[in-house]
């Protein structure tokens, strides 16, 4: 399948950028960032210097993907999201000079397989949010989310669980969680959630 770059979008030349993948006018990929197949990337999205992005991820109008973040297979970013990557940002060094690259060490935002990150969400890094999990529109997320886990608020605190659908589960039993589209059900250990096969 052939990559659709419009004319409007700045991707570097060093980027990689997957089989049947999109990006969108006014978007910008930078040097040594790595898009998999089939990602589309929205209108005015800024993804960073070395950033790698799995296999069909969406990564909505206007989201700013920071250096180093890493996105796995199947991720939503929604529109205006934010991962950050600097923990003591500054513009200048405390003698009043510019600060340089080498004046700061980047840290990334890690999203698992298949998580979905709401519109206009901020993802204060260092942090990983977890495989299938959600972060409801407008969070701000400043800790680790684990798998299937749905959170929100300011900042962001766990609501519930979500399945693969997205929907959230209900409880069946005292550890026990099921979808109600699917039918899939999930085991809950202490603070963590898992299929059961």
Request: with cysteine; charged share 20%; glycine share 12%.
């Amino acid at each position: 399948m052939a990559v659709r770059i419009v004319d409007s979008a700045d991707v570097d030349p060093s980027a990689v950028i997957g089989d049947g993948s999109s990006i969108w006018h006014l978007a910008q990929v930078r040097d040594g960032a790595t898009l998999g197949e089939q990602v589309v990337v929205g209108r005015g999205v800024y993804i960073g210097s070395g950033v790698t992005v799995g296999d069909r991820c969406k990564i909505q109008n206007y989201a700013l993907v920071y250096e180093p973040a890493t996105l796995g297979r199947g991720v939503f970013v929604g529109p205006a999201v934010v991962l950050t990557n600097d923990t003591h940002p500054r513009a200048i060094t405390p003698e009043g000079d510019l600060k340089e690259a080498s004046d700061w060490e980047p840290v990334g935002v890690d999203i698992e397989e298949g998580a979905s990150i709401g519109a206009r969400s901020v993802c204060i890094a260092p942090l990983r949010i977890g495989a299938w999990a959600m972060v409801a529109a407008g969070s701000v997320v400043t800790h680790d989310v684990p798998a299937f886990a749905l959170v929100a608020g300011v900042p962001a605190r766990q609501v519930g669980w979500v399945g693969h659908a997205g929907l959230r589960l209900t409880q069946d039993t005292a550890s026990s969680w099921i979808c109600p589209r699917s039918r899939r059900r999930y085991v809950q250990t202490g603070d963590n959630l898992s299929q059961v096969d």
